[in-house]
C-alpha cells in the first residue's frame, strides 16, 4: 500500500506561485515505479485531470488549462511528487489531489489512479 500527503496549500493573489508536495510512504519510488499525477476538484464540478509524470521522471503530460503555468516534478529519493504553479488564476481553486498508480501509465482519468491522498486547498483571490 502506499499512503499520500499532500501539502503546500493557501491562498494566494492572482498571478502568485504555489508549491504543492506529496510525500509518499509505505513504497520506495526508487525502486516501485508508480506514476503520479495530480488532480483538483472545485465546488460542484467534477475531479479534473491536472498533470502527470511517470516513474523515472523524463516524461509529463499537463492539461491544457495549466500548461505552461504548471510543472511537476519528482524526488524519488525524497519519495515526493511536486507541483509547481505559476501565474495562477481565480479558476485555479481547487482542492488538490495528488494520486499514484503503479507502472507506467499514461491515463488522465481519476478512477484509473489507485494511491490518493487527502488533498490541499488552493484559493487564489481577484
Known amino acids: 500500500q502506499v499512503q499520500l500527503v499532500e501539502s503546500g496549500g493557501g491562498l494566494v493573489q492572482a498571478g502568485g506561485s504555489l508549491r504543492l508536495s506529496c510525500a509518499a510512504s509505505?513504497?520506495?519510488?526508487?525502486?516501485?515505479?508508480?506514476?503520479m499525477g495530480w488532480f483538483r476538484q472545485a465546488p460542484g464540478k467534477e475531479r479534473e485531470f491536472v498533470g502527470r509524470?511517470?516513474?523515472?521522471?523524463?516524461?509529463?503530460y499537463y492539461s491544457d488549462s495549466v500548461k505552461g503555468r504548471f510543472t511537476i516534478s519528482r524526488d524519488n529519493a525524497k519519495n515526493t511528487v511536486y507541483l509547481q504553479m505559476n501565474n495562477l488564476k481565480p479558476e485555479d481553486t481547487a482542492v488538490y489531489y495528488c494520486?499514484?498508480?503503479?507502472?507506467?501509465?499514461?491515463?488522465?482519468?481519476?478512477?484509473?489512479?489507485?494511491?490518493w491522498g487527502q488533498g490541499t486547498q488552493v484559493t487564489v483571490s481577484s
Open positions: 509505505g513504497r520506495s519510488f526508487s525502486f516501485y515505479p508508480i506514476t
Open positions: 494520486a499514484g498508480r503503479t507502472g507506467d501509465v499514461t491515463s488522465t482519468t481519476a478512477t484509473d489512479y489507485i494511491y
Open positions: 509524470i511517470s516513474w523515472s521522471g523524463r516524461n509529463t
